[in-house]
Nanobody
Framework: QVQLVESGGGLVQAGGSLRLSCAASGSISGIRDMGWYRQAPGKQRELVAV???????NYADPVKGRFTISRDNAKNTVDLQMNSLKPEDTAVYYCKAERISYTPTRVDYFWGQGTQVTVSS
């Protein structure tokens, strides 16, 4: 199993910044993509940003130019720097990791417990 622990959420005014961190532990060998997702009340969970083990990134359109995802493979952490926050960014943010195993080949997905981000207007 892989354990993911998020930190860094909180309350911030519109236009402000927050940095989320996610630390992976446990059976982390084989982790490839890591990412951040969010879920606002009454809405489905959605992708925010993802980063591959090689450092390639992909962002959801609403956060492009404002959020930056980064990763430290040596420390098994993934961070999300959020700038110019808007009230519509309010949600619970979840860290996700994809792990690939061999013999037999399988892909497992792991989620953190989530951290609340609230942006006031």
């Amino acid at each position: 199993q892989v354990q993911l622990v998020e930190s860094g959420g909180g309350l911030v005014q519109a236009g402000g910044s927050l940095r989320l961190s996610c630390a992976a532990s446990g059976s982390i060998s084989g982790i490839r993509d890591m990412g951040w997702y969010r879920q606002a009340p009454g809405k489905q969970r959605e992708l925010v940003a993802v980063i591959t083990s090689g450092g390639r990134t992909n962002y959801a359109d609403p956060v492009k130019g404002r959020f930056t995802i980064s990763r430290d493979n040596a420390k098994n952490t993934v961070d999300l720097q959020m700038n110019s926050l808007k009230p519509e960014d309010t949600a619970v943010y979840y860290c996700k990791a994809e792990r690939i195993s061999y013999t037999p080949t399988r892909v497992d997905y792991f989620w953190g417990q989530g951290t609340q981000v609230t942006v006031s207007s």
